[in-house]
């Protein structure tokens, strides 16, 4: 039995080779995932719709809602290749978005954090490149470490947060988190699919002024939680399947005791003994 587990969120990659993504059977995200990888004719034979692990782990750890102590996060995406060359687009957006952040936070003396993106042997590169926007005494970066779910902890703690197209952006948005995203680029590799800017959490366009991006951001910072999630709340769920009372990681490990009772059964069958 292959199991394939999705790790990322996916957008017009999957049509680039449609081999890379073929498999047997695919535990995803969404809806939205099933629905664009048929439509790029990958072959799958069973999609498995249950949210991301990553956030079933976060649930299981944080089986209620986070109190908040930031106005603002900014979800970075920050890895050395990237921003030397790789995409040329997320930098531009970036850096658009920093310079801004950080005249908001101190024209409206707002708190800020930084969630991490880059691994143990790139950090200090990272730390260095915040370092030379903004005054890391009083912004606090927090270093991405997967193990202890420091970013989703991080934005759950935020009242609002700002990122380009991150994966972790879409998996708090399912969690109720207010995300905005922000694409400047006029690339849609970086775009919500099937999403515009009428959406209160999305904003793009290479011609998007700082006072548009200031009016929008505080529109969504002053957004009530109920209309908030009516608002968002349909599109999420398709994006990232998520629920508090019933994590992902549930259902994988109900998934998983299947399929080893019926490979076990099979086993019994052709020996007449179960496996060690």
């Not at 664009?36 to 782990?57: E, H, N, P, W």
């Not at 109190?67 to 997320?90: A, I, M, N, T």
Request: proline letters at 4%.
């Amino acid at each position: 039995r292959f199991l394939a587990i999705q790790n990322g969120f996916r957008g017009p990659e999957i049509a680039q080779n449609l081999r890379q993504h073929s498999t047997r059977n695919l535990f995803c995200f969404g809806e939205d995932t099933k629905r664009r990888y048929l439509q790029a004719g990958c072959r799958i034979d069973t999609f498995l719709v249950g949210g991301s692990i990553k956030m079933g782990l976060f649930a299981e750890r944080y089986p209620h809602q986070i109190e908040k102590k930031y106005d603002l996060c900014w979800v970075s995406q920050y890895r050395p290749k990237r921003f030397s060359g790789g995409l040329p687009g997320l930098e531009k957006t970036s850096l658009t978005l920093l310079e801004w952040i950080k005249l908001i936070a101190e024209k409206h003396e707002l708190t800020l954090t930084i969630a991490g993106s880059a691994k143990l042997d790139a950090l200090d590169q990272e730390v260095s490149f915040y370092d030379k926007i903004f005054d890391l005494d009083n912004v606090r970066f927090v270093p991405n470490n997967p193990l202890d779910l420091t970013s989703y902890k991080t934005i759950a703690e935020s009242k609002v947060t700002v990122t380009v197209h991150s994966t972790i952006g879409f998996e708090m948005l399912a969690a109720g988190s207010k995300v905005m995203f922000c694409n400047f680029a006029d690339d849609p590799f970086f775009d919500v699919p099937g999403q515009d800017s009428s959406q209160p959490w999305i904003l793009s366009g290479a011609e998007t002024t700082f006072e548009e991006f200031e009016s929008k951001l505080f529109s969504l910072h002053n957004l009530d939680e109920q209309t908030w999630n009516m608002q968002s709340q349909p599109v999420a769920q398709e994006f990232v399947r998520f629920s508090r009372k019933e994590p992902s990681t549930r259902e994988l490990r109900s998934i998983l005791r299947q399929l080893i009772a019926e490979q076990s059964e099979n086993v019994e069958l052709k020996s007449g003994t179960y496996p060690k």
